[in-house]
T-cell receptor, first 116, second 112 residues
Framework: GAGVSQTPSNKVTEKGKYVELRCDPI?????LYWYRQSLGQGPEFLIY????????DSGLPNDRFFAVRPEGSVSTLKIQRTERGDSAVYLC??????????????FGPGTRLLVL | GENVEQHPSTLSVQEGDSAVIKCTYS??????FPWYKQELGKGPQLIID?????GEKKDQRIAVTLNKTAKHFSLHITETQPEDSAVYFC???????????FGKGTTLSVSS
């Protein structure tokens, strides 16, 4: 079946601009996660949704980052006033069971964000 | 919080040899340990995972071992093939409800 999809695959923006990154989870997966992966590093947790609500946003680095999942399926990660340090690959994952059940997480291909 | 250390950072083997990647974790409450393979330009792909109620799990050429006392777990790949070349990440999840924490990755190169 279809896996996790993310759009766009690449995004180039200028410092100070606003960007939105989209994630389509595997159909039926109620849990959705966002991670950020810098070059040469492992993914770092940003936020976790169970259904429509953000159950854990402890990984968001600051208030420029925000994510929504209004209908419990597609999610959008929003970054305001982008900085060069925001350049990274933003990964989305979904799982059938939530984090409290340690559900197996399946990742999308990521969005490569470059802030000039 | 949880901290995961992964070694080595790079590993080169000849086709047909075995490869072993080791990880240690800090939170004794961690009880879920997945391994992911990431190819260039792609997202991480789950290859095997283990939960703390077992000490070893095997899937064809891939096996994972877990030593909860020593707080370390290892990935073993036997009969390596060039298509095994990729970056491998270990991860650990603490008590239910905490985030998955990843190691920094191991770049495996298999030469034919």
């Amino acid at each position: 079946g279809a896996g996790v999809s993310q759009t766009p695959s690449n995004k180039v923006t200028e410092k100070g601009k606003y960007v939105e990154l989209r994630c389509d989870p595997i159909s039926g997966h109620t849990a959705l996660y966002w991670y950020r992966q810098s070059l040469g590093q492992g993914p770092e947790f940003l936020i976790y949704f169970q259904g429509t609500g953000a159950a854990d946003d402890s990984g968001l680095p600051n208030d420029r980052f925000f994510a929504v999942r209004p209908e419990g399926s597609v999610s959008t990660l929003k970054i305001q006033r982008t900085e060069r340090g925001d350049s990274a690959v933003y990964l989305c994952a979904s799982s059938l069971l939530g984090m409290d059940s340690q559900g197996t997480q399946y990742f999308g291909p990521g969005t490569r964000l470059l802030v000039l | 919080g949880e901290n995961v250390e992964q070694h080595p950072s790079t590993l080169s083997v000849q086709e047909g040899d075995s490869a072993v990647i080791k990880c240690t974790y800090s939170d004794s409450a961690s009880n879920y340990f997945p391994w992911y393979k990431q190819e260039l330009g792609k997202g991480p792909q789950l290859i095997i995972d283990i939960r703390s109620n077992v000490g070893e799990k095997k899937d064809q050429r891939i096996a994972v071992t877990l030593n909860k006392t020593a707080k370390h777990f290892s990935l073993h790949i036997t009969e390596t093939q060039p298509e095994d070349s990729a970056v491998y990440f270990c991860a650990a999840m603490g008590q239910a409800g905490t985030a998955l924490i990843f190691g920094k990755g191991t770049t495996l190169s298999v030469s034919s």
